[in-house]
């Protein structure tokens, strides 16, 4: 009953006409630069946090969170339409929305996603609104033997959960906590990693490093690319709306991929491109139309779209009510949380109560403006699609360059966007993914701090670890999250064997 | 080496670069000032430092033998092995292969020379910044970048070039209140 007042109470300032309006423009214009080809909500978010500098902190924090609801939406379109995912969460989109829209069904495809997304992400904020108050009470028994083994699950969840090498995804982290170190310490205010740098011992700026990781490397690598890498843009001119059968074929996927979205989203360190590929696999796995996988399944658009969002709303639980970022894009949006000076956690409950109430309240708001104007205004959308790269990228170097230097107000900071600029480069040209080194650098000073008071407590002995009920539960779900994967993948791998040779 | 894979001979350069990371890094912790309590300042990043310098050698390791294993079995398919995630802005930067029932395309690479022709470029735009001020140095980098790219259409540059200067320093400046620098036009 307390929830429903305080999110009474949160609903009656975010619906004022302030609040309103910048959870109105935040879901805009997240749509209009998630539309933006190559740019994911990640992206999105590292380049505007600069103009929710000098904001109201609840207006800021409404401001960012529709635009990252809105850049998801925005980034379904360009999957949809061009095939070209700004983020990993809407790859599968980019398989099945695209054939869909060749087959002169994109409307259709872009519906899906949009009334998927909408239900999933209800659905998934309903969740946050109730676990919420739930995970704050739990966390009242937390010391800092838990905090530090639910960051290190994070950290090491981020790795294990990715495709490709888990060394890279690994090392990864590693560069992200060496980066996190380099500066005074904290407890004992010596300098660290600043290689005799004076300008070093501040650290080095979270909101610079994302910028020039997420930003700068995809706009250097697409102005160096040239022309000839010409997209051919989806048009649906005539094309129909979802029909009776794409409904019917769509609601059970929106169901499964909000349910596996959320679950998935909770778990920290795992985001929801997870949660996406899992509901991809498992609508297929289902269907009794396997064959048109890959050819413009409408289930291959709608399960993992509503996942994707069920995503979102569950990675801002952990997120919320312990401080701990499920995923790279929750952990700029800790950064933010603590540029106004806030602190996510059992304690913003008590102290911020009104702050945090007001936010989860503008994201059901948003969730609602995001399919009242997206859908008809997907056409205007589109035609953002046509838009010159050259201006694009130049713009959007200008405009993260902009962010740095109302960060620092300095050459240094400027070199350091630069500087990163490149590293960021080499990386993937490395094939080391970029997202789990935001993490980790967000994480770092909660881990190291952490570690230190929990070995403090214990007299420098790791048996709390294994003592503490609390902690002992986390290592066991631990273990069981890192098995858990390994024993899916065999026991899909083995149906699939098997299915091949029944086949014979 | 020589009948390996572009992608493997690629992981056995960025295998060697964390590794020369790691060991930097490592060396730099011994200017850290040690201190008596548990946890002292150099513990982190002495892990830090070790941990990149075994997923480095890690990674070479891995690469030899992949290599020579495929040196040994049929040489083809070997680049799919190790192919990487879709392009930046990702989620998590990663994609749960899982049922190996997703494929996805590895983005196209530029030629480096011309990549490092933008980041010079961009790093002189970074050094403009200041002493000439947001508005010259703005228009000059995107009149540049653009015609870079579509040298043809220089008046359509041109005029985005001026207009997005003016149109973002007018609102950084006077909607955001983010003081640009003025530079020689101050």
């Known amino acids: 009953m307390d929830t429903l007042i305080d999110l009474g109470g949160g609903f009656a300032s975010a619906l004022e006409p302030l609040s309103l309006a910048f959870a109105l423009l935040g879901v805009l214009l997240g749509t209009v630069v998630g539309v933006l080809p190559g740019i994911g909500p990640i992206s999105a978010i590292a380049i505007l946090i600069p103009v929710s500098f000098g904001m109201e902190p609840v207006h800021g924090l409404i401001l960012l969170c529709g635009i990252y609801y809105g850049s998801m939406y925005g980034g379904s379109i360009t999957a949809t339409l061009i095939k070209t995912p700004g983020e990993v969460a809407s790859a599968v989109t980019a398989i099945e929305g695209y054939e869909m829209a060749r087959q002169g069904r994109g409307k259709a495809a872009l519906a899906t996603a949009a009334i998927g997304s909408f239900l999933a992400g209800t659905l998934a904020i309903i969740g946050l609104t109730f676990l919420s108050p739930v995970l704050v009470k739990l966390a009242n028994v937390f010391g800092a033997t838990e905090y530090f083994l639910l960051m290190a699950t994070a950290l090491l969840l981020a790795s294990t959960m990715s495709s490709g090498s888990r060394a890279k995804a690994l090392i990864s982290i590693f560069i992200g906590l060496a980066v996190g170190l380099v500066g005074l310490d904290f407890q004992t205010g010596l300098p660290r990693q600043t290689f005799g740098l004076n300008l070093l011992s501040d650290g080095i700026d979270f909101t610079i490093f ?14 160096a690319l040239g022309r000839g890498a010409k997209e051919e843009i989806q048009s649906f001119g005539e094309d129909k709306w979802m029909t009776k059968q794409d409904w019917q074929r769509s609601t059970m996927p929106w169901a499964r991929g909000s349910v596996l979205g959320f679950i998935i989203g909770i778990l920290p360190g795992v985001g929801p491109s997870l949660a996406s590929f899992m509901s991809y696999i498992m609508e297929k796995r289902i269907s009794k139309r396997k064959d048109e996988f890959g050819h413009g399944a409408i289930e291959g658009v709608a399960g993992p779209e509503a996942a994707n969002n069920a995503g979102v709303g569950g990675a801002m639980i952990p997120l919320f009510s312990l401080g701990i970022p499920g995923s790279a894009t929750t952990a700029l949006l800790l950064f933010v949380f603590t540029m106004y000076g806030l602190q996510p956690g059992p304690l913003i409950f008590r102290d911020d109560s009104g702050l945090i109430w007001t936010i989860i309240a ?21 035609k953002l699609l046509k838009m010159p790269k050259e201006i694009l990228f130049s713009s959007i170097l200008v405009l993260v360059v902009i962010g740095a230097y109302a960060i620092e107000f300095s050459l240094f900071g400027l070199m350091m966007l630069g500087i990163f600029g490149v590293i960021g480069y080499l990386m993937e ?10 993490l980790a650098l967000v994480l770092v000073p909660l881990l190291e701090d952490n570690f230190r008071r929990m070995l403090q407590i214990s007299g420098g002995s790791f048996m709390p670890l294994l003592t503490r009920p609390v902690s002992l539960s986390i290592i066991v779900l631990m273990i069981l999250g890192i098995v858990g994967p390994i024993i899916f993948r065999w026991w899909v791998r083995r149906r699939q064997l098997l299915a091949d040779v029944s086949m014979e | 080496m020589r009948s390996m894979s572009p992608a493997l001979r690629g992981d056995v350069i960025t295998g060697l670069a964390v590794t020369l990371i790691g060991v930097v890094y490592y060396i730099a912790t011994f200017w850290i000032q040690e201190t008596n309590n548990i946890v002292t300042p150099r513990t982190f990043p002495a892990i830090v430092g070790i941990a990149l310098i075994v997923l480095g050698v890690f990674l070479v390791g891995q690469a030899l033998y992949r290599g020579r294993k495929l040196a040994e079995a049929a040489p083809s398919a070997a680049d799919s092995a190790t192919g990487r995630a879709v392009g930046s802005g990702g989620e998590d930067g990663s994609a749960s292969g899982g049922a190996s029932a997703v494929v996805l395309e590895a983005p196209e690479d530029p030629p480096s020379k011309k990549v490092v022709l933008q980041f010079v470029l961009f790093f002189v735009y970074l050094a403009i910044l200041i002493p000439i001020g947001f508005l010259l140095s703005t228009t000059a980098f995107l009149m540049t970048m653009t015609s870079i790219y579509a040298p043809h259409r220089w008046i359509r540059n041109l005029i985005f070039s001026v207009l997005f200067a003016l149109v973002v320093y007018v609102a950084f400046v006077y909607g955001l209140a983010v003081y640009l620098p003025v530079g020689i036009l101050g």
């Not at chain 1, 994302?210 to 102005?223: D, H, Q, T, V």
Request: positive net charge; glycine residues 8%.
């Open chain 1, 362 to 382: 503008s994201m059901y708001i948003g969730n609602v403006a995001l399919i009242i104007l997206n859908l008809p205004l997907v056409g205007v959308f589109v």
């Open chain 1, 429 to 438: 040209k490395g094939g080391i993914p970029l997202a789990p080194s935001i």
């Open chain 1, 210 to 223: 994302a910028m020039a990781l997420f930003a700068i490397p995809e706009a250097i690598r697409n102005l």
